[in-house]
């Protein structure tokens, strides 16, 4: 018989043999923010997140700072939207000035500021890329990836993470970052990211719902697996410096997969319908929220995922805090 229990006794033994940690310093937290003044708008199919104007952010980075997360994704919600994407790249956009303002301000002087690079917050018909007759253009489309990339990093993005599944963008994104002085600043590449339902409660967050069609032209198909490999390995071969799998819990095996593979660190994507559905079974009374989310947590971990992107960030800094991390 083998007596597997001999080392389940205790609280202290099964700390000493416990594989996996949830670390507050491998947690990024994505940030909305929005034109206006005075905002703080709850999302309402993500509990607890909120889309934030300039002037409110810094409360949300204080929570940010003193749960000692390292990194903001930011995500920006436009004035105006318009067929080429233009907030996206321009100098006064949303995320360039959330970007400056972070940056000038010696209270986040730690943090890392990361910002998403993708059009479908800022186009009118909500695709990632360039529309002509109904198609979104790949190639067409590189060029405004760079440059919104390029205008992030003039703003002070320390990373950006291009997610927007164009063929080619991670080398056009490296090569426009090195021509403008910015060779220092990495890439963090969407590489395996799937054409997934659990992206929802994101696109009412964010209103970067497609007006027409879905994005299986350009994302993956869910049911794939060997072609999150390639993704992965064509990003990579562009000079991506870090990989995301996005969904997560769904798509375990690819982090499982990638972190065999690959030694780059791999980032999981934590989304917003995984996020939503744990908050409202919560709501419900239905599940043990801290709980869950831990397991959900040191889960992406065990698969392989150095660091966790997830709305529960700010929740689980507080609960890995707490002795016995969080019931882990
Ligand atoms: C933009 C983008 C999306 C997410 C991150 N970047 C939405 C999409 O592809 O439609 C999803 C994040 C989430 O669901 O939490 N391309």
């Not at 990495?186 to 409660?201: E, L, R």
């Not at 698969?303 to 992107?309: D, N, Q, S």
């Amino acid at each position: 018989m083998e007596r597997l229990r001999r080392l389940r006794v205790s609280p202290a033994v099964r700390g000493m043999v416990k594989e996996n940690h949830v670390r507050v310093d491998e947690l990024i937290y994505p940030v909305f923010v929005t034109e206006g003044q005075d905002i703080c708008h709850p999302v309402d199919s993500m509990p607890g997140i909120c889309q934030y104007s300039l002037d409110r952010l810094p409360e949300e980075l204080e929570r940010v700072m003193a749960a000692r997360i390292p990194a903001v994704l930011l995500f920006g919600i436009p004035e105006y939207k318009d067929e080429r994407g233009s907030g996206a790249y321009e100098k006064d956009g949303i995320v360039q000035r959330a970007i400056r303002l972070i940056k000038s301000d010696a209270r986040y002087k730690s943090l890392i500021a990361i910002a998403d690079v993708c059009l479908c917050e800022y186009t009118s018909h909500g695709h990632c890329g360039l529309v002509k007759d109904g198609v979104v253009l790949n190639d067409e489309t590189l060029p405004l990836l760079a440059r919104a990339a390029v205008s992030y990093a003039d703003a002070g993005a320390d990373m950006v993470a291009p997610s927007d599944m164009m063929d080619g963008r991670v080398g056009k994104i490296r090569e426009a970052l090195d021509e403008n002085g910015f060779s220092h600043i990495p890439i963090m590449a969407y590489s395996a990211k799937f054409a997934s339902a659990f992206y929802g409660p994101f696109r009412d967050a964010a209103h970067s719902a497609p007006g027409f069609g879905d994005r299986k032209t350009y994302q993956m198909d869910v049911a794939n697996g060997r072609e999150a490999l390639r993704e992965m390995k064509a990003d990579l071969l562009e000079g991506a410096d870090i990989i995301i799998a996005k969904p997560a819990m769904a798509y375990m095996d690819i982090i499982r997969e990638a972190s065999y593979n690959f030694n780059v660190p791999i980032a999981a994507y934590n989304v917003s319908g995984e996020y939503a559905m744990v908050k409202a079974a919560a709501q419900k009374g239905w599940i043990d929220e801290k709980k869950i989310v831990m397991e959900i947590l040191v889960g992406l971990k065990r698969a392989g995922a150095k660091m966790i992107i997830t709305y529960h960030a700010l929740d689980a800094a507080g609960w890995i805090g707490e002795e016995g991390h969080g019931g882990l």
